[in-house]
Nanobody, 125 residues
Framework: QVQLVESGGGLAQAGGSLRVSCAAS????????MGWFRQAPGQEREFVAA????????YYTDSVKGLFTISRDNTKNTVYPQMNSLKPEDTAVYYC??????????????????WGQGTQVTVSS
């Protein structure tokens, strides 16, 4: 069992940056691929990024490549999505998630086993 808690969301201006944290409980954090999703009002949950268990490999959806980065510190049981050059269309609730397996290119939310409660990110124009 893994419990995930996001923090660091909030309000940003267009072109600005936000760094969110996702802290995990338990001693098996390094056994999970970590994913980052977002859900805007009235829309389905959307995959944003994922990072491999050891942190050496990352995968991003096309719309955030070169703008967002994801990293992790397994000694702190924490994953760090960094959002740069934010746009109003990035406004959403952002969720971190954990899954077993190794395929970081699997972008299906259904394949993730554990979810955080989400953190609101609002980007003003």
């Amino acid at each position: 069992q893994v419990q995930l808690v996001e923090s660091g969301g909030g309000l940003a201006q267009a072109g600005g940056s936000l760094r969110v944290s996702c802290a995990a409980s338990g001693r098996t954090f390094s056994m999970y691929v970590m994913g980052w999703f977002r859900q805007a009002p009235g829309q389905e949950r959307e995959f944003v990024a994922a990072i491999s268990k050891g942190g050496g490999n990352t995968y991003y959806t096309d719309s955030v490549k070169g703008l967002f980065t994801i990293s992790r510190d397994n000694t702190k049981n924490t994953v760090y999505p960094q959002m740069n050059s934010l746009k109003p269309e990035d406004t959403a609730v952002y969720y971190c998630a954990a899954r077993r397996g190794v395929d970081i290119r699997d972008s299906s939310a259904m394949d993730y086993d554990y979810w955080g409660q989400g953190t609101q990110v609002t980007v003003s124009s």
